[in-house]
């Protein structure tokens, strides 16, 4: 019985250490203007941070009981970074690979290109531009100052806008979950918002045009309208609220 119990916690044990992170990419590219980031990742998530260093950083996670299988591949050239995983055999579902990018907080001149299957993809303290687009994950961008286009199909969308960046373009789209965008109270911006089945909520001094059958929508100009803000979803909640 003992003998039993023992093997019994040996193959937990080793399946606790098959199913852990281990870093199979990493690598450094200097910092250019006009640098543009692209990943595809439809096997996990996407994170990005911007940081107070020189170069941009990335490193990829693998996990699961197929991670072996798993390759990352640079298609890099030029100033394009071009990365994506590849894997040499049918995944099991709980194998995954999760990246994680820093850029530097005053890079302006770089655009980042984020996809995920069902992943989450994340950005956070970015100046440059940016489009995110997951399938069936959530999408978070937190004070990213240049040009943003997130979209999820089935995921939620949290945004929070820090303080107004000039003249930017800023669209948060979501087909079946709910979109969350913070700004502060002094926000400048031209708004739409809409979602044909949900419900439209704010606190800034916009009209919500609801309808008892049909699409809500809303749209209005705070402060001098310098900002572009467009946020919608087809069957979720859409709100806009002040810090």
């Keep these: 019985m003992i ?21 199979d990419f990493e690598h450094s590219y200097t910092l250019t ?32 009981p197929d991670k072996d299988s798993i390759k990352i591949v640079d298609k890099s050239f030029g100033p394009q970074i071009v990365l994506f995983p590849v894997s040499s ?14 850029v530097p907080s005053s890079a302006e001149l770089v655009f980042l ?3 995920s299957g069902s992943g989450n993809i994340e950005v956070s303290d970015f100046s440059g531009g940016l489009t995110a687009e997951s399938s069936r ?19 939620d969308m949290d945004a929070e806008i820090k303080q107004s ?8 789209v979501s087909m079946s979950g709910d979109v969350k965008v913070t700004a502060p109270s002094d926000f400048d ?26 699409e809500h929508t809303a749209s209005g100009k705070l402060g001098s309208g310098t900002q572009i803000l467009h946020i919608s979803s087809v069957s979720g ?5 002040k810090k």
């Design 89 to 102: 055999k049918l995944r099991s579902s709980e194998t995954r690979v999760d990246f994680e990018v820093k």
């Design 165 to 172: 960046q000039g003249r930017n373009q800023m669209r948060f």
């Design 237 to 241: 909640n859409v709100s806009l609220l």
């Design 33 to 64: 203007p006009g640098r543009n980031i692209s990943i595809d990742n439809k096997m996990g998530d996407v994170k990005v941070t911007g940081y107070a260093g020189k170069d941009i950083k990335v490193s990829a996670f693998t996990k699961g």
């Design 113 to 115: 290109r984020l996809k």
């Design 3 to 23: 003998r039993k119990s023992v093997i019994f916690l040996v193959c937990i044990l080793a399946a606790g250490i098959q199913l852990r992170a281990t870093q």
């Design 189 to 214: 911006a031209l708004v739409a918002m809409r979602s044909a089945t949900g419900d439209l909520k704010t606190d800034f001094p916009i009209k919500i045009h609801k309808r008892r059958y049909g």
């Design 137 to 155: 994950g959530n999408v978070k961008v937190v004070n990213v100052n240049g040009f943003v286009d997130a979209r999820s199909i089935s995921g």
